[in-house]
C-alpha cells in the first residue's frame, strides 16, 4: 500500500530544493557576474586614466 | 574414479548454464551491439557488457564474498565511491561559461527534474516503493552516475535496470528530443534567434565552484558526495594553475573508475536479479521520466518568454536533461533546422550544465526524504 500523503511531501520538498538552489544560483552568478563586469570596467578605466 | 570423474563435471559451469544466464548473455551481447556498431555510449557499455556477460557464468566466484567482481561493487558502488569520482572528472571537464552568462537557463535545468518526479509518481502506481520509485525516477535526470548513485543508496536491487535504462535513454536523446520538443512548440518559437553570449571571465567561472558549494550543500547536503567532487573538479579546470590535477581526474582516473563501475554495474546483472517484471517497469517509467523531463523544460521556457523581453528559444529548454553535450547538440541541430541563422548549442549548453547539478540535487533531496 503506497502512502501517498508520504510520497508528495517527498515530491513537494524535492521540487521545491532543486528550484530553491537553482533560483538562488542564478541570482547569485547574476550577482558576482555585475560585481565583477564593474571591476573589469574600473581596471580598463584606471588603464585609459594611467595611459592618458 | 567414476566418482571423481563425476565430480569433475560438476565442477564444470557448463553444466549449470540456464536459460536466464543464456537470455543475459543475449543482454550482454545487444549492449556490445550498440556500443561497437551504434557507437552508443561504448565507454560505459562495453564494461557493463561484459560486466554482464562473465557475471552470467556459472560457479565463477566472482560474485561471492570475496570476488573479484563482488570487490569492485563494493568498494566501488556500495561504499559510493565511484560515482563522486566521475563526477570530479565531468568536472574537469564542464564549461560553466554559458550557464553563467545566461544565468537564467538554470531553472530550465531545474525544471527538467520535473520528469523524475513524473516518474516517481508513475512508479508509485506500478506498485513500487517509495524509494524504488525515487531510484527509478532520477532515470528522468539523464545523468548515469547519478542515477548508480541514487538506486544504489535507494534500491540496490535496482541498481542494474536503473543504470542501464538510463545510458540506454541517454543514448536515445538524438530521437527522444526532437518529437517531444517538436509537438510543445510552434514553427516560429523554434526559429527564435538568440543573442550572443557575453564573455564570461576567468574570475567568475574560478568562484563559481566555490560559490555553487555553499548554496547546493548548505540547502541540500545530501548531495555534497556529487556537487563536491563535480565543483573541485571544475575548480582545477578553472584555476589554471593544476594541469596536472585536471588532466589525471579528466583522463586517467575517469578511465579507470569508469571501468570498475561498469564491471560493478554490469556484474549487478545476473538472471535472478534482471529476468524481473520490476525491469520492464523500470525501462517503461524510464522513457516516461525521460519525455517529462523534456517537456517540463520546453514548458518552463515558454514560460519564461511571456514575463521576458528578450525571448529564448525554447529548444533550449529540452537540454535541461543532463546527457551532457548531446542533448545541447541535438536542440542545436533542431534550431538550425527550422532556422540556418540558428546557433543554439552554447545556449543549449547552459540548461543542458544546469540539469547536471539538478539532477544531483534532486537526488540528495530523495536521499535525506527517503533513507
Known amino acids: 500500500m503506497v502512502d501517498w500523503s508520504s510520497a508528495i511531501v517527498v515530491a513537494v520538498t524535492g521540487i521545491m530544493s532543486v528550484f530553491a538552489v537553482l533560483c538562488l544560483l542564478s541570482v547569485t552568478v547574476i550577482v558576482t557576474g555585475k560585481i565583477f563586469e564593474r571591476k573589469s570596467k574600473q581596471r580598463k578605466s584606471k588603464q585609459e586614466s594611467a595611459g592618458a | ?371
Not at chain 2, 567482481?69 to 561504499?79: A, C, L, Q, T, V
Not at chain 2, 574537469?92 to 520535473?114: C, E, I, R, Y
Not at chain 2, 540506454?168 to 538568440?194: G, H
Open chain 2, 1 to 371: 574414479m567414476e566418482e571423481q570423474i563425476a565430480k569433475n563435471l560438476a565442477g564444470m559451469g557448463l553444466f549449470h548454464l540456464t536459460a536466464g544466464n543464456l537470455i543475459m548473455w543475449a543482454v550482454a551481447f545487444v549492449l556490445f551491439y550498440l556500443a561497437i556498431k551504434k557507437q552508443i555510449e561504448p565507454l560505459l557499455l562495453i564494461p557493463i557488457g561484459f560486466g554482464v556477460f562473465i557475471a552470467n557464468f556459472p560457479l565463477t566466484g566472482l560474485l561471492g564474498e570475496h570476488g573479484l567482481f563482488e570487490m569492485f561493487y563494493k568498494y566501488g558502488i556500495s561504499n559510493e565511491l565511484i560515482p563522486p569520482l566521475i563526477f570530479l572528472g565531468l568536472g574537469a571537464m564542464t564549461d560553466f561559461g554559458p550557464v553563467l552568462a545566461n544565468p537564467k537557463t538554470f531553472l530550465l535545468g531545474a525544471a527538467a527534474q520535473l520528469g523524475v518526479y513524473g516518474a516517481f509518481f508513475g512508479a508509485l502506481l506500478l506498485g513500487f516503493t517509495l524509494p524504488e520509485a525515487g531510484a527509478i525516477g532520477i532515470i528522468g535526470g539523464a545523468d548515469g552516475p547519478t542515477s548508480i548513485f541514487l538506486s544504489n543508496a535507494l534500491a540496490p536491487h535496482l541498481l542494474g535496470a536503473v543504470a542501464v535504462a538510463a545510458y540506454s535513454y541517454m543514448a536515445l536523446v538524438p530521437i527522444i528530443i526532437p518529437p517531444v520538443a517538436k509537438a510543445l512548440t510552434t514553427k516560429q518559437e523554434r526559429s527564435i534567434v538568440m543573442t550572443q553570449l557575453r564573455m564570461v571571465s576567468k574570475g567568475e567561472k574560478i568562484v563559481f565552484p566555490l560559490l555553487a558549494c555553499i548554496i547546493i550543500i548548505s540547502l541540500v547536503p545530501k548531495s555534497a558526495p556529487l556537487i563536491s567532487m563535480f565543483m573541485l573538479g571544475n575548480l582545477f579546470m578553472e584555476c589554471g594553475v593544476v594541469e596536472r590535477l585536471t588532466d589525471v581526474s579528466r583522463n586517467a582516473l575517469m578511465n579507470i573508475v569508469t571501468i570498475l563501475l561498469g564491471l560493478g554495474v554490469g556484474s549487478r546483472m545476473t538472471a535472478a536479479t534482471f529476468l524481473r517484471l520490476d525491469t520492464i517497469g523500470v525501462f517503461t517509467i524510464g522513457i516516461v521520466a525521460f519525455i517529462i523531463a523534456c517537456a517540463g523544460g520546453v514548458l518552463m521556457a515558454k514560460l519564461m518568454n511571456v514575463f521576458s523581453k528578450q525571448k529564448i528559444n525554447p529548444l533550449i529548454g529540452a537540454a535541461g536533461v543532463s546527457a551532457v553535450p548531446m542533448a545541447a547538440r541535438v536542440v542545436h541541430m533542431m534550431g538550425a533546422k527550422e532556422n540556418p541563422q540558428n546557433y543554439l548549442l552554447m545556449h543549449a549548453m547552459g540548461p543542458n550544465v544546469a540539469g547536471v547539478i539538478g539532477t544531483a540535487v534532486c537526488a540528495g533531496a530523495l536521499i535525506s526524504a527517503l533513507t
